[in-house]
């Protein structure tokens, strides 16, 4: 899309990558942009020491109505997903509402990712935001984890059931 401006904020960017990016039209900043219409998030706040300050940061960059798209994995997949932010996996989708952020949709054949819209300035400080969701995923975590062993003594049951 030729109308499109894409701006890549990354602190440590390689020189001649951003070169190559500028080439073709991709900028890059160590800033966060202000007023952008969309932000998007592929596999950043994991990496964050704290994920919810830098959001409430480009939040307050933000206009009303700008679109995020977040790619979240607050999984150990990786050695570099921080264990620190691992209370985001189950009450992300709180934290995005408590800062003024409303759910939209997935992203089409992505379904990992998903579309928020900035609908109000939250006047919920981001370390309350971090200690409702942390008491939230202590509270559900456990009941998360029954539920998917329920689930699997049922198909044993089943097949104990079937068997005979």
Partial sequence: CSKLKVILCEPYLDKQIESKLSKKKIFSSREIPVRADVYIFIDVLEHIMEPLS?????????????????????????????????????????????????????????????????????????????YITKVTSLLITPCIFGIRVLSKLKKIIKKLISGI
């Fill in 54 to 130: 830098y959001l409430q940061r480009v939040i307050k960059s933000a206009k009303i109505n700008s679109y995020f798209i977040f790619g979240n994995c607050f999984y150990p997949c990786i050695k570099c997903h921080l264990p620190s932010t691992f209370y985001l996996r189950h009450t992300f989708h709180l934290a995005a509402l408590l800062m003024g952020l409303s759910y939209v949709d997935k992203v089409k054949d992505a379904p990992y990712m998903k579309i928020y819209q900035l609908t109000s300035r939250s006047s919920i400080n981001t370390n309350n935001v971090r």
